[in-house]
């Protein structure tokens, strides 16, 4: 029997928006992170997830990032098998399954209360993961959180949803809980104005959900957040249109993309970037 979510709003049904995205990445012929977690998930949820109409290449961009960020937190975890790994509005996701971190890695899963709700029915638990339910614009979502060991707090698209001042309080709060770590994200570049308008008169699907819970309007120096906070250096820039993976992209897309990685302006539109504090 399907799981219904009527009371879910906007906001919280990003959850969905990504889940499903991960979940079509898997059923395509040549998947990018290929997880099958996700494509059991959506299908225990009773929502109308093709009415989101993804396109492709939003489905490819939300596969690859996920897995950038999965081989981040994968090699900081090996080098650090006592970390603790925070994920900031993990939504439905399970990078956990993917990324297999040692036995001995802490993993906090982060997130509204309602998606936190839904997540325990449909989200298998994995050894050594905490699941919290929380309002990140807040401070209390630290409280339980261990100090003291090697930190990495990660972001797959919760910023977005944010002002620019509730992320630098979040990014503070964070840094003055934890002390030292990493912090990666993904991150969309600098929305200028014609990408607020092409947002507001796409037509009908996920930009319907979108143009009413996108909040930032980002930045394009990726040494923007250390003038938020000193504490933060930036140790990564790594575009998606640099990817390997993008060699498995179809034709069009895979010629498309390499040329807008040759326009840095272009290519920081979809980037994943890591800082240490």
């Not at 990014?171 to 092409?198: K, M």
């Amino acid at each position: 029997m399907s799981i219904a979510v009527p009371e879910f709003s906007r906001l919280e049904q990003t959850a969905f928006l990504t889940a499903y995205a991960r979940a079509l990445d898997c059923r395509s012929p040549v998947p990018i992170l290929g997880d099958e977690f996700s494509d059991r998930v959506v299908g225990q949820i009773d929502y109308d997830f093709p009415a989101f109409r993804i396109p492709a290449s939003v489905v490819r961009q939300t596969a690859l990032r996920a897995k950038m960020l999965d081989e981040r937190v994968r090699a900081y975890t090996s080098a650090h098998p006592d970390a603790v790994v925070v994920d900031l509005g993990a939504g439905l996701n399970e990078p956990l399954a993917r990324v297999k971190p040692p036995a001995g890695v802490d993993w906090y899963s982060i997130d509204l209360p309602h998606v936190i709700a839904l997540r325990e029915k449909v989200v298998p638990a994995q050894p050594g993961e905490h699941v919290i339910a929380a309002d990140l614009t807040g401070t209390d979502w630290t409280e339980g959180i261990p100090v003291g060991r090697p930190t990495m707090v990660i972001a797959d698209g919760l910023f977005a949803f944010l002002t620019e001042p509730q992320v630098i309080a979040l990014i503070a709060h964070a840094i003055d809980h934890f002390g030292t770590g990493e912090l990666a994200f993904n991150d969309y570049g600098r929305v200028g104005p014609f990408s607020w308008l092409g947002m507001k008169l796409a037509p009908r699907g996920m930009f319907t959900v979108l143009r009413h819970v996108w909040a930032n309007p980002g930045f394009t120096d990726p040494r923007t957040p250390q003038r938020w906070d000193p504490r933060l250096r930036l140790v990564e820039e790594a575009c998606l249109a640099h990817a390997a993976e993008v060699d498995s992209f179809p034709g069009p897309a895979r010629t498309i993309t390499r040329l807008a990685g040759r326009f840095k302006s272009v290519a920081g539109k979809a980037r994943v970037l890591r800082y240490k504090f």
